[in-house]
């Protein structure tokens, strides 16, 4: 049986925002999976909050610039 390596930071936050937008492969939802078995889904979860509060973090500067354009 050959082991995997863990994912690195990077592509744990390349799989979670493959996931936000459903495009996952079955080779990284395996190594991911892999993971949350062997080590917990904590830094999963981490990683989530953070690219969420990205993502709001982003559009809230969006419509501000939005905005401000328009007046």
Do not use: W
């Not at 990683?47 to 973090?57: E, N, S």
Request: glycine share 6%; proline share 1%; hydrophobic share 50%.
């Amino acid at each position: 049986m050959t082991s995997k390596k863990d994912p690195n930071i990077f592509q744990i936050a390349f799989s979670l925002l493959a996931s936000f937008f459903g495009v996952q492969s079955q080779e990284n939802m395996d190594r991911d999976e892999a993971y949350i078995e062997k080590n917990g889904i904590k830094v999963y979860v981490i990683m989530g909050f953070f690219l969420v509060f990205c993502l709001l973090l982003t559009l809230y500067g969006i419509v501000q610039i939005i905005l401000h354009s328009i007046q």
